[in-house]
T-cell receptor, first 113, second 115 residues
Framework: QKEVEQDPGPLSVPEGAIVSLNCTYS??????FMWYRQYSRKGPELLMY????GNKEDGRFTAQVDKSSKYISLFIRDSQPSDSATYLC?????????????FGKGTKLSVIP | DSGVTQTPKHLITATGQRVTLRCSPR?????VYWYQQSLDQGLQFLIQ???????AKGNILERFSAQQFPDLHSELNLSSLELGDSALYFC??????????????FGPGTRLLVL
């Protein structure tokens, strides 16, 4: 079993739809949870950062973490064609001062105008 | 633009060869992480340096090595290259680890093709 599981999609939605992306994980030591967005041939860009369980909202984006279920989600409201990208969940635990990230494989999202 | 720079952008080489990838972190960031991204494995952590010293190791092959210099730039050396080493290599820099929230900012990557 991989440490982080993420459905690779692809996911195709019409403009304006609500998008739900999620990951499950097996390592209960993970404490920090992130979502990165990666456009084709570009480096990952940090979207959301959450520590432990709970919700966090930033504009059209909402991140949720449920540590009891080992499940994290990213919601995108009023999706735009510019949101078309691959979304990567990532998580880390603190160990000897390293915050190395463990990534899901990413979900490819297409928002159709 | 994340502020992290990587050179070269593209690299094409042959099996058995050795290459060096370079990364300059954001101004003030002491920590550099290297990741490899391939189609089948996704993004995987290779190695981390903090202020010139190795801090953590991930799934890094023995044929690969890295170092961080006094000016904080880092180099990833890949030797005895194999076809399977073809991938995108990213570096990321971060604020000082251990001070609460730490976020990693990724460079644009180096695309390596081994023929």
């Amino acid at each position: 079993q991989k440490e982080v599981e993420q459905d690779p999609g692809p996911l195709s939605v019409p403009e304006g739809a609500i998008v739900s992306l999620n990951c499950t994980y097996s390592n209960s030591a993970f404490q920090y949870f992130m979502w990165y967005r990666q456009y084709s041939r570009k480096g990952p860009e940090l979207l959301m950062y959450t520590y432990s369980s709970g919700n966090k909202e930033d504009g059209r984006f909402t991140a949720q973490v449920d540590k009891s279920s080992k499940y994290i989600s990213l919601f995108i409201r009023d999706s735009q064609p510019s949101d078309s990208a691959t979304y990567l969940c990532a998580m880390s635990q603190v160990g000897a001062g390293s915050y190395q990230l463990t990534f899901g494989k990413g979900t490819k999202l297409s928002v159709i105008p | 633009d994340s502020g992290v720079t990587q050179t070269p952008k593209h690299l094409i080489t042959a099996t058995g060869q050795r290459v060096t990838l370079r990364c300059s972190p954001r101004s003030g960031d002491l920590s550099v992480y290297w990741y490899q991204q391939s189609l089948d494995q996704g993004l995987q952590f290779l190695i981390q340096y903090y202020n010139g010293e190795e801090r953590a190791k991930g799934n890094i092959l023995e044929r690969f090595s890295a170092q961080q210099f006094p000016d904080l730039h880092s180099e990833l050396n890949l030797s005895s290259l194999e076809l399977g080493d073809s991938a995108l290599y990213f570096c990321a820099s971060s604020v000082v680890p251990g001070r609460g929230q730490e976020t990693q900012y990724f460079g644009p990557g180096t695309r390596l093709l081994v023929l």
